[in-house]
């Protein structure tokens, strides 16, 4: 910066320092930074739990299951449906893949905690007077921030730890989640 001013402060026929001197100075002169002031990044308070789930939710019971991105999104979709009949719901309506965080950035406005209980309410909304059942979705004491008391304020009625695509692979885990949610079996 300080050699481009110094050209365009020499006179236009001469282009370089005149002396080696000169140049050397040039370079070792502070260089006035302009900074613009930076926009106030609010810290985050609580940790923001990285989330992939989606909510099925059925006239008597809702499912709220973490999706894996290693397993074809349509196995995981048709094994909760299955699960939901099961328990003799004929229908369930899904409400679509949720994400969490929605920005690569953790304090970007939008990505707080707050405003994924703001985004799980609405998606809960339907749930409302059903049994939940959560599948893959870790208790508060284990993940620190997930768990979907803490994320959304329900209290499942049944809190089963593996995914669907771990159901998906294990028939062990299948019988544990069928001794789990038998009670809820409408007649």
Do not use: C
Not at 28 to 57: D, G, H, R
Not at 60 to 72: I, K, Q
Not at 121 to 135: C, N, T, Y
Not at 154 to 171: D, F, G, M
């Amino acid at each position: 910066m300080a050699n481009l001013q110094a050209l365009m402060e020499s006179p236009a026929g001469d282009k370089r320092p005149s002396t080696p001197d000169a140049a050397v100075q040039s370079a070792k002169a502070p260089v006035a930074e302009t900074t613009e002031p930076a926009v106030p990044v609010a810290p985050a308070t609580e940790p923001v739990p990285v989330l992939n789930l989606n909510v099925w939710v059925g006239e008597r019971v809702a499912l709220v299951a973490g999706l894996s991105s290693d397993a074809s999104l349509r196995l995981q979709q048709t094994l909760a449906t299955n699960i939901l009949r099961s328990l003799g719901e004929a229908s369930a309506q899904s409400h679509g893949n949720l994400r969490w965080p929605v920005f690569n950035n953790l304090r970007a406005p939008g990505n707080s905690l707050t405003d994924l209980r703001a985004v799980m309410a609405h998606v809960l909304a339907g749930a409302e007077g059903r049994k939940v059942i959560a599948l893959g979705v870790a208790p508060a004491e284990e993940s620190g921030a997930g768990g979907l008391q803490h994320i959304a304020g329900i209290e499942p009625a049944i809190a089963y730890p593996h995914t669907l695509a771990e159901l998906a692979v294990s028939p062990t885990l299948k019988r544990g989640l069928w001794q789990a949610i038998k009670a809820l079996a409408g007649p």
